[in-house]
């Protein structure tokens, strides 16, 4: 991977990162994306699945198809890329870690205090009383799963298309965003709002925006730079490269 003298003393300077993590990430880990080739959205459209409506309609379908994506995600694994990201948290003061993945494989990985814009699929709530359900209760069902508490129906702990983020790690977000010195944008096709929004939020506020895709997407056009290639690649390069500089101690 080459990168660009620029890119490099950025990194090398750099006291506060912020960093938008996508499906990308974890493609590598054997999760499916879902605009990929790979993607799941090929077989389910996200109107029928990812949203309020379509659960209340068919809450059998929808927990179907979270069934089926926390089985895998059960069974896969971090890869170098969540690794890197643990590692490189402890190289500057200040880290701001956003991603839109529901996966939890951030937090397997050791990554601290990541901002889960549209939740985790490993906590269930109840659409009545609001309590949430802990994951050992539910990891595979067969039918609907409903609350131990007061019977209502449980759903799972995500976003849906229409349903507003959770508002303070949206804040936190975007004020990592304002003060970063660097953004990356890892493995996100950039067409999911508010989210897509950040790394515009950084380019105004005079961050160095760079993006790591194997591909150029949507947001190729307003970042400093993308570095082509897998995020399991990429990260564990630059974390090689901050640490020639950066002697931070860990927080
Ligand atoms: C809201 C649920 C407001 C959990 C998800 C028209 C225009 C603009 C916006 C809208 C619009 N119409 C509607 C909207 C708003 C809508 C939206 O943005 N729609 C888009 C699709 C047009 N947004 C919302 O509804 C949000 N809420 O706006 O509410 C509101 C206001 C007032 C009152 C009420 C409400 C809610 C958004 C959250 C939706 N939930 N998921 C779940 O089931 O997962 S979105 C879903 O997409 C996932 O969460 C995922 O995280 C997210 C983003 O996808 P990506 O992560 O980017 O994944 P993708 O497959 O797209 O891309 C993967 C990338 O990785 C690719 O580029 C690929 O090249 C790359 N890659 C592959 N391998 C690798 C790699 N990169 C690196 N390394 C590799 N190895
Ligand atoms: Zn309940």
Not at 73 to 94: F, I
Not at 161 to 188: H, K, M, N, W, Y
Not at 190 to 197: D, E, K, L, N, Q
Request: include cysteine; charge should be negative; aromatic fraction near 8%.
């Amino acid at each position: 991977m080459t990168i660009s003298e620029k890119l490099r003393e950025v990194l090398q300077r750099a006291d506060s990162i912020c960093v938008l993590t996508g499906a990308g990430l974890s493609a590598e880990s054997g999760v499916p994306t879902f605009r990929g080739d790979d993607g799941i959205w090929k077989k389910f459209k996200p109107e029928e699945l990812a949203s309020f409506d379509a659960f209340i309609r068919n809450p059998a379908l929808v927990w179907e198809w979270y069934s089926y994506r926390k089985k895998v995600v059960g069974e896969v694994k971090p890869n170098a890329g969540h690794y890197a990201l643990a590692q490189m948290q402890d190289l500057v003061a200040d880290f701001t870690h956003v991603t839109q993945n529901v996966d939890n494989l951030h937090a397997r990985a050791g990554c601290r205090g990541v901002l889960e814009l549209h939740g985790n699929i490993t906590r269930s709530l109840c659409i009545d009383c609001g309590r949430h359900a802990g994951e050992s209760t539910q990891v595979i069902f067969t039918t609907v799963p409903k609350c131990e508490f007061c019977g209502g129906l449980l759903r799972p702990d995500v976003v849906w298309f229409g349903e507003l983020l959770p508002a303070a790690a949206f804040e936190q977000s975007v004020e990592g965003a304002r003060r970063c010195d660097l953004f990356l944008s890892i493995g996100t096709s950039g067409v999911v709002h508010p989210a897509a929004s950040l790394p515009l939020i950084a380019r105004e506020a005079g961050a160095s925006v760079v993006e790591i895709n194997p591909v150029y997407t949507d947001l190729s056009a307003h970042v400093h730079e993308t570095l082509l290639g897998k995020s399991g690649d990429i990260l564990p390069q630059l974390v090689t490269l901050m640490k020639e500089s950066h002697h931070h101690e860990p927080t």
